[in-house]
């Protein structure tokens, strides 16, 4: 009896974890149709709506328009404000701190630029972590969640290293509560590609269907993650995904972390700048971000030798790319961070090198190149509230 008695309490959990997953990631869903992805009863879906709404999680909307007969479906959706996030975007260049919300929404509170030194950068970041918690501190603040231009350990809290700051083997949940000891809320701290996957995993409809992928994160340097059957796979040191530090010329270049030849010294925002300036000049911008979106739009002009540059990138990406698509056989190739910036008749020419050069057998189950639905600062944040979130939402809902 008493095995009987945890099987049902697991999956009367497991139910409504499935529910409110659900309305959290498809706001304005109906019970109608939470009836037919989940198999569940009506009433069963009822009773969990009605639960999640007295603990004021879920609300109802509008009714949803209908081409059929009688009464049109309620939408359900999450209150927005039921949980909040502080959500930190780390980058090479400038930092954002800002807020999540339960119905997926962030907020961008402060920009700074991001020191190299880690004890002035956490010093920094606590500072303006402190003012916003204080400012909301009648709110439900569930946690922090931090996104990083590098390696690190999530389950432990551990940097294990950032190449562009040189930030090694830093406990950072020990360095943080020494600089906000009072702070008594979940900390998180991800790789940021793999944060901006999950984000696109969940809002990206071109990818929706797809298990197999990879995701290429273009920024001052090139990051990655994978999607294996359906998950993002991690590596047992959370280090998988670590693309730009593939060799494509073996005597190549040096990079940061003193391999020779990395991809991303042949195709990150700042190399492809700096190769533009040498023979042009100055290009506009105090950041490489500016930069390089300056270069784009020269690009799509035909200005200087701007687009034969651009094309350049463009070549050296697919070569990454063939890499990858013959080694793991993905369904589709993402090009993500600045990558969102690319219009879409370079996302095609990225396309056709690849159907150039690629295993024909590796290219019979690859789609297409994608598109994300986000920008690399959103992507990021997005990704960081949705951690806070599921980790909310496991424990609220049993």
Request: hydrophobic share 35%.
């Amino acid at each position: 009896m008493k095995l009987k008695k945890i099987n049902a309490e697991r999956m009367g959990y497991s139910n409504k974890l499935m529910v409110f997953n659900l309305i959290r990631y498809s706001p304005q869903i109906s019970r109608n149709e939470i009836t037919k992805l989940t198999g569940l009863d009506k009433s069963t879906v009822t009773k969990i709506v009605f639960d999640l709404m007295d603990k004021n999680l879920v609300k109802e909307g509008e009714r949803k328009s209908s081409q059929g007969p009688g009464r049109k479906p309620i939408k359900l959706e999450p209150v927005k404000e039921a949980v909040m996030s502080i959500i930190v975007k780390v980058g090479v260049e400038s930092t954002i701190v800002g807020m999540g919300y339960l119905n997926n929404q962030i907020e961008k509170i402060s920009k700074f630029e991001t020191p190299k030194s880690f004890a002035s950068f956490l010093e920094k970041v606590s500072s303006i972590v402190e003012h916003i918690y204080s400012e909301n501190k009648e709110q439900n603040i569930a946690g922090i969640s931090f996104s990083f231009p590098g390696m690190v350990d999530r389950d432990n809290l551990i940097i294990e290293y950032v190449p562009h700051f040189n930030w090694n083997n830093i406990n950072f949940k020990k360095a943080f509560l020494r600089n906000l000891p009072n702070w008594d809320k979940s900390i998180f701290i991800a790789n940021e590609a793999k944060l901006a996957l999950q984000a696109e995993l969940y809002f990206n409809k071109s990818i929706k269907n797809l298990n197999n992928g990879v995701y290429i994160f273009i920024s001052q340097g090139i990051g990655g993650a994978l999607l294996i059957d359906g998950q993002i796979y991690l590596g047992p040191n959370y280090t998988a995904g670590e693309f730009g530090h593939m060799s494509i010329h073996v005597d190549g270049e040096k990079c940061f972390c003193n391999n020779q030849g990395c991809w991303e010294t042949y195709a990150s925002i700042d190399t492809i700048s700096k190769i533009y300036e040498y023979s042009n000049g100055k290009l506009e911008g105090d950041t490489y971000e500016e930069k390089f979106k300056n270069l784009l739009d020269k690009s799509q002009r035909r200005e200087n030798n701007s687009y034969e540059i651009v094309q350049q990138m463009l070549y050296y990406l697919s070569v990454g790319a063939v890499n990858l698509i013959n080694i793991l056989n993905p369904e589709f190739v993402l090009f993500g961070g600045y990558g969102s910036l690319f219009p879409n008749e370079y996302l095609i020419e990225i396309e056709n090198l690849i159907k150039q050069r690629a295993l024909k057998p590796a290219l019979k189950s690859f789609t297409k190149t994608c598109k994300p639905v986000f920008d690399i600062e959103t992507a990021c944040l997005t990704g960081a509230n949705l951690r806070v979130m599921d980790d909310f939402s496991e424990k609220i809902v049993k």
